[in-house]
């Protein structure tokens, strides 16, 4: 028997829908992602739901909690691009076969293993303070972190589930700054603000964590960074960083990789603080005319 022909799209509904998913499928492929909504829904169902537990049979001789440390352990030893089922299963002593029966593929065992290496933010050390103090001590937290886990840094902006850990992160922060007054719209900005700060400027240091990660010593790294710096100096096409690079003030020296200050070599961290002080003067600034 002849199967129905196919349905034709309504023409208002049924062709807005159609359209979506055009677009959908084009922004997909101009990313190189492949994007399945109900794929996403299931890995997020992975990330939030306590996996079942067998009631009757031999005991699994892995467990899901096992399979996210191994992967862990994968991109810890290497990168990103190394957390893969077979790698993983090679570090277990099982078969990739093994590993689909907790993730249905790669991506949803390296939306587990990401969450898993976030990790919840510490608890603040001793009483709380005014809320730079306590900004201070997230941002330095999360940084910490990325240097921890070079390889979270290398995920790709695409769509993906959040889990647990990455929202802990941002309840901790709004917590912070929930007694300033200011609205909800205005916490979340901030957030923005903040996290974007943070993990901008981490860069170099992330960078550091993941040469030294790979058996490059931390001179080795600073010399090969200043070289590169160094090829601005008296290049016509960068004039204004020759100059500042080439300054008694604010030029690099054989002892810093990294622009001094007045004179004086300054450490990342000192970089890191400078910067992290100006985003939260502008925020005490918003503050006040609020």
């Known amino acids: 028997m002849a199967g129905r022909p196919a349905a034709k799209p309504r023409k208002n ?21 492949a994007f399945d909504s109900a794929d996403i829904a299931r890995r997020s169902e992975l990330l939030w739901e306590a996996p079942a537990k067998p009631t009757r049979g031999p005991k699994a001789a892995l467990t899901r909690d096992d399979v996210v440390a191994a992967a862990i352990r994968v991109a810890d030893a290497g990168d990103l691009a190394a957390l ?15 590993l689909y029966r907790y993730f249905p593929n790669k991506e949803a065992l390296v939306d587990a293993a990401v969450d898993a290496a976030l990790g919840s933010p510490p608890a ?13 001590h ?12 070079p390889w979270l840094a290398e995920l790709p902006f695409v769509a993906a ?12 922060f709004l917590r912070t700054i929930a007694h300033t007054g200011l609205s ?17 400027s981490s860069d170099t240091i992330i960078s550091l964590a993941r ?32 100059g500042i690079l080439a300054s008694s003030s604010g030029g690099i020296t054989e002892t810093s990789s990294l622009p ?13 603080d400078w910067g992290l002080e100006r985003v939260m003067d502008g925020i005490a600034l918003y503050m006040e005319r609020k």
């Open 13 to 33: 509904g049924g062709a807005k829908a159609l359209k979506q998913t055009k677009a959908e499928s084009l922004s997909a492929a101009s990313s190189g992602v």
């Open 84 to 98: 893969t089922m077979h790698a993983v299963a090679s570090e277990l002593g099982f078969t990739p076969m093994a």
């Open 124 to 136: 603040r050390p001793g009483p709380h303070e005014g809320w730079r103090a306590e900004i201070r």
């Open 138 to 149: 997230w941002s330095y937290a999360k940084r910490a972190m990325l240097c921890a886990r």
């Open 161 to 172: 589930p959040h889990g647990p850990n990455w929202l802990s992160w941002h309840e901790a």
């Open 184 to 200: 909800p719209e205005d916490l979340m900005d901030v957030l923005s603000v903040v996290q974007g700060y943070v993990h901008g």
């Open 211 to 242: 040469a030294t990660s790979r058996g490059i010593t931390p001179e080795q790294w600073a010399a090969a960074v200043g070289a590169d710096l160094c090829r601005a100096i008296n290049d016509p096409r960068y004039p204004m960083l020759s």
């Open 260 to 272: 001094t200050k007045h004179g004086k070599p300054r450490t990342m961290d000192e970089c890191f």
